[in-house]
């Protein structure tokens, strides 16, 4: 039985107010912000399953008393009973902060280490949430500007010698030393443990040096940044951190992967988001939650290049899909014209996200159809089967929609 989903918009300050209440279509934009919109059973904000006739019921809650039924037997096997990956509309206004997330080994050491000290799981001072390891897919449905990983040495060398900043050359000299990760780790752990005001000067001066070059310079775009990071977070270190990581541009349809211990930011737009059912996050700069200088730099990731946006393979005419190494998800988007009808099999449990649209979705298995329309969700246990797409009304207008599932090979 495929059942439509009730889901959690999270708050957080950087949240777009319009663009989460645009694609749900709700009459006026949100009083306060709108950053993600969670699908799935990650236990801070479950999504709820609408079943007509019935009250709601948490999604975890559905898969702890059948996991077999409900996420299929290859995925109940190779997981245990809890959905896998967690889908997420993602809107940000404003940049989020730079952020890592950990490998497996280090999520599962991180979560008892924090749960033996006794640091509450809601804590404003944890890192791990949960014990899950937490790579991630950005999908832009609109043009996305985002910090991912640290530029090649040589290159962030150019851009520091065109800002020619006198005042940042003594943090410089390890990378001159030493252009590989080597020297970005050594630079990236002064700044992060710069005393507060020395940390402060040396991002107004960088900012005052950002400001004489943009315009003039192959690294405009990223000095124009550098001075909108410190608008918002004045004399953070994070301004001068983001300067080492490649700024990229993703065009609706393109999309980020992001393994452990990958530094990066989403500074603007939104996307659809899939990662493995995981919160656990190692701030490292623009922000004013808690950072853990010392666990951050264990996760990190000082591995330098460039990086190139993924672009989907087409699966069929009607289907394309972003690859990634991830076990736990795999992210598709179906797109259907007036008079289609396509057919798709779930070996295990999926989540559709009408993004565009309406369309009914109908189980093989003769079960109710259910009408999935802009902005909202469905379920589809893993033990569905075939089930069966088709564009809703009005006549003549397309669908899109995104189709979240398991990794299964
Ligand atoms: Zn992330």
Redesign the pocket.
């Known amino acids: 039985m495929v059942d439509l989903l009730d889901c959690t918009v999270m708050p957080y300050a950087w949240g777009s107010h319009t663009a989460i209440a645009e694609l749900t279509g709700h009459a006026s934009p949100s009083s306060g912000p709108e950053a993600e919109l969670w699908m799935g059973a990650h236990p801070m904000a479950p999504s709820r399953l609408v079943r007509s006739g019935s009250a709601q019921r948490a999604l975890p809650d559905v898969i702890a008393e059948s996991p077999a039924r409900e996420l299929g037997p290859e995925v109940s096997a190779s997981f245990g009973p809890r959905l896998p990956f967690l889908l997420k509309v993602l809107a940000a206004a404003q940049p989020?902060s730079l952020?890592?997330?950990p490998n497996e080994a280090q999520a599962k050491l991180g979560f008892e280490d924090e749960d033996r000290r006794g640091i509450p799981r809601d804590a404003a001072t944890r890192s791990y949430k949960d014990s899950s390891h937490?790579p991630?897919l950005?999908c832009a449905l609109v043009p996305v500007d985002a910090l991912c990983g640290f530029r090649r040495a040589c290159d962030t060398l150019r851009l520091f010698d065109e800002l020619a900043c006198r005042e940042l050359e003594p943090v410089l000299a390890p990378l001159r030393a030493s252009p590989d990760r080597d020297g970005i780790a050594i630079l990236f752990r002064s700044l992060m443990t710069m005393p507060g005001a020395e940390g402060s000067r040396l991002v107004r001066a960088t900012v005052a040096a950002c400001a004489a070059r943009v315009g003039s310079s192959g690294f405009a775009r990223e000095y124009e940044w550098a001075r909108r990071l410190d608008a918002l977070y004045p004399g953070d270190v994070g301004v001068v951190s983001a300067l080492l990581l490649n700024l990229i541009h993703l065009d609706p349809g393109e999309a980020i992967y992001?393994g452990a211990g990958?530094l990066?930011?989403?500074l603007s737009g939104v996307g659809v988001?899939i990662?493995a059912s995981s919160d656990n996050?190692l701030r490292g700069g623009l922000t004013k939650k808690h950072v853990d200088v010392p666990e951050l730099m264990r996760v990190l990731d000082f591995a330098d290049g460039p990086v190139a946006p993924l672009r989907a393979r087409a699966v069929d005419a009607h289907e394309r899909v972003w690859d990634t190494p991830a076990r736990e998800f795999r992210l598709s988007a179906i797109e259907l014209a007036r008079g289609d009808a396509v057919t798709r099999d779930a070996r295990g449990p999926e989540i559709l996200l009408c993004t565009r649209g309406s369309v009914v979705v109908t189980p093989g298995d003769g079960s109710a159809e259910v009408v999935l329309d802009q902005g909202r969700a469905a379920f589809v246990p893993g033990s569905t089967g075939r089930y069966t797409l088709v564009p809703a009304d009005p006549p003549g207008t397309n669908a899109s929609l995104y189709r979240a599932t398991v990794n299964l090979t």
């Open positions: 989020l952020q890592a997330h937490k991630e950005l992001l990958n990066h930011a989403y988001e990662m996050v």
